[in-house]
């Protein structure tokens, strides 16, 4: 916390120098058809306000900080009036620091430290290797990434790079809130009462490096990663006389080896991506994820489509919450048209392979002046109660949200 202050410091009380800032404001209303055995709201409205200053003193360094004030009308948003910078608790807080790191850049090398968002990986649709990447799963088919404290090292010289990254603190990703629609219970769970532990999150750090070679028109790269699964699994029992549910979160280690690679052809280019999953803790699954996809651009039209699998190695039939699992063994897709220079329309599905789950949205982008942002959009889920889409069947929306920036 006081490192992210004094950074937030230094780059006001420098104001003099390069010192630039953006933001927005933005309003969401999210309307559902559908009320679900736990939750009978059918409209959540969010606010959210986003300023991000950044000093450059130099050419070789930069501060840059993220903050964010937001509140809701369901409670997905804390009702405390306090700063938030670790991104820890279940829900969202209502005043955070999103961001904040310095880095340093000279030829080839580049240096950053601090609250900071790192993606690995070439995938467009699904990234098995994104091992540094937690999420805000509240609303799980409409998610946004975490930052995490950390510090990352990348050097690169010729068509050879190399990156390294070490994260002292565990970031979680955050998952669905008991009482709300999101978090689907069956019917035969509504009758019991369950009882938050809270979570037992790791203590030691974590560790990544990836190799990556651009040769010529070809990319390819490899990936090693020790930590934890930023996804939970649940440990419970049955609470006697009163028949509670208590249950706890828990982050099984992993180990990961995976690698990405990207191969542009005459009518489309190929792009894959795969990681076998390991851990030495005795409830968590080990197993393959895999995801092969096709990218074409015509004209106004980008199109890109592929396969998501899963191959378990070894079954050991945890309880938990796994979204990157739960879109294997179905087929994605994404495609946008620009309409003008400021309207968009876009259109996303993962269709089960079984046909038991299916999700497909479709989202409406104009753009007015230089400050004002409209997106109206609609989400349909349908599937079977068994299925990981199916279970949000009840969950299909409308969206509509309106952005000033400045």
Known sequence: MRIAAWLIFVACAHAQATFTHRGFFETRTTLYPQTAVNDSGRAVSEGLLRWEPAWQPSSNWVFAASLDARTDTHRQVEREARFDWQDRRLQR???????????????????????????????????????????????????????????????ERGGNTVDFVATPRFTPSRVPLLNQRWAPLPEEAAQLRFVDMGSRLPGRAQFGLRFSRNAGPYEYSV???????????????????????????????LRLYGGDAAVPLPWFTLKTEAAWFTSRTKTADEYVLYVIQLERTVGEWIFVGGYSGEAVTT????????????LADAFLGRASYTLSPTRTIAFEAAVRQSGDGTWLKTEYTHTFGRNWRSVAGFTLIRGVPADFLGQYRRNSHALLAIRYSF
């Not at 090693?224 to 049955?238: N, V």
């Not at 079954?315 to 739960?326: C, E, I, L, S, Y």
């Open 93 to 155: 807080p209502a005043f955070s620091l999103r961001r904040a790191s310095v880095a340093y850049h000279r030829g080839g090398l580049h240096v950053e430290f601090g609250k900071q968002f790192i993606r690995w990986g070439k995938a467009d649709i699904l990234n098995p290797v994104d091992r540094f990447a937690p999420r805000d799963f509240l609303a799980v088919v409409d998610n946004d990434f975490l930052a995490v404290m950390g510090a990352r090292v990348t050097y």
């Open 315 to 326: 079954r050991r039939n945890p309880v938990g919450f796994a979204p990157d699992r739960g």
């Open 223 to 253: 990936v090693f990663f020790d930590g934890f699964h930023y996804l939970p699994l649940f440990e419970g029992k049955l609470s006697l006389p009163g028949f509670d549910v208590e249950f706890t979160r828990v982050y099984p280690g």
